[in-house]
Each structure stands twice: as C-alpha cells, then as structure tokens.
C-alpha cells in the first residue's frame, strides 16, 4: 500500500482527493469539503486557514469557468504542495460560483504553495484549456470513478512540470 501511495503522492490530485455525488449548500462549502480533503491527505497544514484564503480570492473574483466548472483556487503558505481537489456534483445539484452561462455541476480547488507564482498561473492556464473542451468537461461528469477522474486530471497536466 505504501508503494501505491508513494505513486500517488507525486501526482496533481489522487483517488483520494475527488469527491463524487457532492452535495453542497454553497461555493464556500463546497471548497470547505474538497479543502477538507487536501487536508486529510496532508497537502494542506492549516484547513481554516486556507480557507480563509480560498474564500478572500473567490469574493475578489468570481471562479465560475463556461461550461458548469467552478475553479476557486488559493495560493498559500499552508500548502505543501501543488494539489487539485475535485468534487462532482450529485445529478440535479449545482452551485453558484459566478460564471455568466450558469451554476457548475463540477469543482477543482486548486491549491499552490506560496512560492509558486509560475507554478499557480501555469496550472490554472493548463486546466482552463483543457476545462474549455467540452468533451474534457463530459469526460469528468460521467467518469464515476476517482481514480478516473484523477487520470483525466493529471494527463492534462502531465506536461506540467512539477
């Protein structure tokens, strides 16, 4: 098992940081679940922290990408690592997280160090690119697998050096 772990631990997001059938009363919930995660898995040392973070930037401006995609994202000392958490919504579930064409069904808190400016930017750019293939957005919704959607997440990312 460690082995197994020791794999994962290399990689973006893991089995173990996607939540599917994500009920959610709101954006800040829903990052406070997946914030929940990173923090489990050791990616993120302070939870209330980060948080807090996650929710200052989201109130700055809104994370809401076309598609039904809501990206909130934090870069911050309590991060250990580059992490993407990602939530799925149950059917008929959704959350607000301001974008024009609607609410999102689908959620990747990402999580950089604080260091990491380039770093940050270029995941969020990467992912963006990916998140504006439709097929991409309809491959993440019907996998209902984590280790699925883990895969189709880090090979976005796989020319991502990190």
């Given at each position: 098992m460690t082995q197994d772990w020791e794999l994962y631990d290399a990689e973006l997001t893991t089995p173990e940081l996607v939540i599917l059938e994500m009920e959610a009363s709101s954006k800040e919930d829903a990052s406070a679940q997946l914030a929940g995660r990173l923090f489990q898995a050791g990616r993120v040392s302070d939870l209330e922290g980060f948080l807090a973070q996650v929710?200052?930037?989201?109130?700055?401006?809104?994370?809401?990408?076309?598609?039904?995609?809501?990206?909130?994202?934090?870069r911050s000392a309590f991060v250990s690592k580059t992490s993407i958490a990602v939530g799925v919504t149950k059917y008929g579930h959704s959350l607000d997280f301001g974008a024009v064409d609607g609410p999102a069904t689908v959620v990747l808190l990402i999580a950089t160090p604080a260091s990491s400016?380039?770093?940050?930017?270029?995941?969020?750019?990467?992912?963006?690119?990916?998140?504006?293939?439709?097929?991409?957005?309809?491959?993440?919704?019907?996998?209902?697998?984590?280790?699925?959607?883990?895969?189709?997440?880090?090979?976005?990312?796989?020319?991502?050096?990190?």
């Open positions: 929710n200052a930037r989201e109130h700055q401006l809104a994370t809401g990408l076309p598609g039904g995609i809501g990206m909130p994202h934090a400016f380039s770093e940050h930017l270029e995941v969020l750019a990467t992912l963006a690119r990916s998140l504006f293939k439709e097929n991409f957005r309809e491959s993440l919704r019907r996998a209902h697998d984590p280790e699925v959607i883990a895969e189709l997440i880090n090979s976005s990312l796989v020319f991502f050096d990190h």
